[in-house]
């Protein structure tokens, strides 16, 4: 079974306005966390938020916040007031558990386009 | 926030020939990197996670004898892709964790292989 899922393989949205980008987990473990990366054509992996499956308050970071439903497995992006800058591939990732050995599992990616 | 980089950043080969690809962490001690694959609008695959002064833990389906990884200090690992064929053309992206504990887990500029 697919431990991360990203429904959206591409997403429009107008420049300024807010889009949500979705994602779905699978886990069996108490103790997680979840991430989401910006990959733009360049190639590099930016980091933009986390949330650990402790947390009570959805993660915040500058325009991007996360919307964490745990009881459904949800963590979605929500990316507000949008810029042409942010056309870019995005993932969500998945860490099971504490440790620091523990690997990160990827979605397949939402391409999200921005139009002026 | 931390820095990895990657070197070389674009490479070009013949088949049968061996490539080695750097990743270094430049300004912290990574005792767990990790190493990705990417194919072309596809998400990152986990290749490999390399613990400093031991074995690396591969994924399954990744052979071990073809793609070589060595963790031989706290800020550099090495990926060998040997024997390379035009498969194995792809973006090789790698990744460190800065000790133990922590959230965040930092990503190269990654790589492109073309074997030609």
């Known amino acids: 079974a697919q431990k991360i899922t990203q429904t959206q393989p591409g997403m429009f949205v107008q420049e300024k306005e807010a889009v949500t980008l979705d994602c779905t987990y699978d886990?069996?473990?108490?103790?997680?966390?979840l991430f989401w990366y910006k990959q733009p054509s360049s190639g590099e992996m930016i980091f933009l938020i986390y949330?650990?499956?402790?947390?009570?308050q959805n993660a915040t970071e500058g325009r991007y916040s996360l919307n964490f439903q745990k009881a459904r497995k949800s963590a979605n992006l929500v990316i507000s007031a949008s810029q042409l800058g942010d056309s870019a591939m995005y993932f969500c990732?998945?860490?099971?558990?504490?440790?620091?050995?523990?690997?990160?599992?990827f979605g397949a990616g939402t391409r999200l386009a921005v139009h002026p | 926030g931390a820095v990895v980089s990657q070197h070389p950043s674009r490479v070009i080969c013949k088949s049968g020939t061996s490539v080695k690809i750097e990743c270094r962490s430049l300004?912290?001690?990574?005792?767990?990197m990790f190493w990705y694959r990417q194919f072309p609008k596809q998400s990152l695959m986990l290749m490999a996670t390399?613990?400093?002064?031991?074995?690396?833990?591969?994924e399954q389906g990744v052979e071990k004898d073809k793609f070589l990884i060595n963790h031989a200090s706290l800020t550099l690992s090495t990926l060998t892709v040997t024997s390379a064929h035009p498969e194995d053309s792809s973006f090789y992206i790698c990744?460190?964790?800065?000790?133990?504990?922590?959230?965040?887990?930092?990503f190269g500029p990654g790589t492109r292989l073309t074997v030609l």
């Open positions: 990732a998945m860490r099971e558990g504490n440790g620091g050995y523990n690997k990160l599992i």
């Open positions: 886990t069996s473990d108490q103790s997680y966390g």
């Open positions: 300004d912290f001690q990574a005792t767990t």
């Open positions: 949330q650990g499956s402790y947390d009570e």
């Open positions: 990744s460190a964790r800065q000790g133990a504990v922590g959230n965040e887990q930092f």
């Open positions: 390399s613990n400093e002064g031991s074995k690396a833990t591969y």
